[in-house]
């Protein structure tokens, strides 16, 4: 059985890990915020399991990650997310910028890390979800939120 620190760093690593630092916290901080919200199931294994949610989990390939210094940052990031380090954008959606998913034009757009956009549903905000715009990251790091 899978903790949640091993179910999100596997997805963080399969669905972030050339991303930069904040982009991988991110898809994290995504996950983390589906889990806390009635939409979603409540933990974070399951919101990684769910079908047709994220691609690495049902295209059929393997789930053992190769890269072993990539997948133990992604370790490390999922710790600090985990730990409520994160950007608290209320991000609940994302995909890359090699795709246009029509379930975009519902959300709203929180800005964009690396090759992934982030989302946000204003229409249907429910606590915790929904958070204050983020501010810059004490470390200099920036999320593009404009």
Known sequence: MMTALTC????V?????????????????TIINRAADERWPNTI???????????FY??????TPRDQVAYELALE?????MS???????????HTVDVRPVWRHDLEMLGRVGDHIFYTN?????????SPRPVPRPDGGTFDGN
Do not use: M, N, W
Not at 8 to 11: E, F, Q, S, Y
């Open 8 to 11: 999100l760093a596997v997805a």
């Open 58 to 63: 049902s295209d059929g390939k393997s789930d």
């Open 122 to 130: 204003t229409k249907d905000c429910r606590l915790p979800t929904c």
């Open 13 to 29: 690593y399969f669905e972030a890990r050339s991303e930069p630092i904040d982009g991988q916290l991110l898809v994290a901080e």
């Open 45 to 55: 294994c399951e919101v990684v399991k769910q079908p047709r949610q994220f691609s």
């Open 77 to 81: 990031l999922a710790a600090v997310a």
């Open 84 to 94: 409520g380090e994160h950007l608290h954008t209320g991000a609940l959606y994302y």
